[in-house]
């Protein structure tokens, strides 16, 4: 089969596993290219710490303005490959590349000990705009049941703001429906936080009680 990234043919040998995977969506060099730097982090956030930072400033400015989410799990970083790859889903709306983000995160949607599992939203403006709903595309494809409780109203584009000039703007984020008691937010890039920060407070008005956060790139 194709690969569903670079288009080149390849091929994978007959095994027990690919018995019962299928076949690769994605080529072993396409594959290779997802990385998660082996660097000092914060143990919460996952963000690369700067030489001189000895706690996270992230998270120390977002636990003096929010309840803090329970977990949060990384995939890769926010590189260049995987930048590009969300550009051409989101912004180019290449949507075969939803099945690429399903396959991988979809055996960690299935390890998360949860009850209810929430993407996060994007307002209808942006949906009309694009023709899809990007995170509720991706988790719709990984097979796995999810709700949509969790809605946004329509929100200036956040890329290139400061941690300050996003706290300026209200919270974008309501509730329409029912919520779990253990909730998982699934979205595709972590910058500064603020917009899961900004989910969790309105779930947990809803007294939801755990809240866990996976993110396919960190920035």
């Not at 995939?75 to 590009?84: G, S």
């Not at 055996?107 to 949906?127: F, G, Q």
Request: glycine letters at 4%.
């Amino acid at each position: 089969m194709n690969c569903l990234i670079c288009l080149n043919r390849h091929r994978t040998e007959l095994s027990f596993h690919t018995y019962l995977t299928g076949e690769p969506l994605i080529c072993e060099a396409c594959s290779s290219k997802f990385k998660l730097e082996d660097a000092r982090r914060c143990s919460h956030c996952r963000k690369k710490l700067q030489p001189e930072e000895v706690d996270c400033t992230d998270c120390y400015f977002m636990s003096s303005r929010f309840a803090p989410v329970d977990h949060i799990h990384c995939l890769y970083d926010y590189d260049d490959w995987t930048k590009e790859l969300i550009f051409k889903y989101k912004f180019k709306k290449d949507i075969v590349l939803a099945e690429v983000f399903a396959a991988l995160l979809k055996p960690h949607i299935k390890a998360m000990n949860c009850d209810m599992v929430i993407p996060l939203p994007s307002s209808p403006e942006k949906i009309v705009e694009r023709g899809f709903d990007h995170m509720a595309e991706v988790v719709h494809r990984t097979g796995v049941s999810f709700q949509q409780p969790l809605k946004t109203k329509h929100r200036v584009k956040q890329a290139g703001l400061t941690k300050a000039e996003r706290l300026q703007d209200s919270n974008p984020f309501y509730i329409e429906g029912a919520t779990a008691p253990r909730v998982l937010l699934i979205d595709d890039i972590y910058t500064t936080g603020l917009t899961v920060h900004r989910a969790a407070q309105v779930l947990r008005q809803e007294q939801v009680t755990e809240i866990g956060v996976l993110i396919f790139a960190r920035v």
